[in-house]
């Protein structure tokens, strides 16, 4: 009788909303879709990394893309860091001494951009 009910109960944790929309990526990082495109974000203590891929999670070559990251805090205020190019698929960029909440990240392609809000999970920067 254990095992059904144990059996159910993974089940609506698997199926639940929360668990369908954190997507992980390939680095392991939380994932949102942009325009056919998907954004991996990662990154905790000093810097964050990011990966942008098509809609296969084939990575982007970064050499003709720019970016940027906007940092939110609690105070309303914000703060924006330039991501660099790291490798030659990703991109990183500094996090801020200060605790922040949500950033949300900016990619350049050829006029078009491409961008995807994501929440601070990292206990370390964030302020509770």
Not at 12 to 21: D, G, I, M, T, V
Not at 53 to 71: P, Q
Not at 76 to 102: D, I, M, N, Q, R
Request: glycine share 4%; aromatic share 12%; net charge positive.
């Amino acid at each position: 009788m254990k095992t059904p009910v144990i059996f159910i109960a993974l089940l609506f944790a698997f199926f639940s909303p929360e668990a369908q929309n954190l997507q992980r990526g390939p680095q392991q990082g939380v994932v949102k879709t942009d325009k056919n495109c998907k954004i991996e974000y990662l990154g905790c203590m000093d810097h964050l990394e990011i990966y942008l891929y098509d809609s296969s999670f084939i990575a982007m070559n970064n050499s003709d893309i720019t970016g940027w990251v906007e940092f939110f805090y609690k105070d309303k205020k914000s703060t924006t860091a330039p991501l660099v190019k790291y490798g030659k698929e990703g991109y990183t960029a500094k996090l801020p001494l200060k605790p922040f909440e949500e950033c949300l990240v900016k990619l350049e392609i050829r006029k078009t951009i491409l961008s995807a809000r994501f929440v601070n999970e990292c206990p370390v920067s964030v302020d509770k």
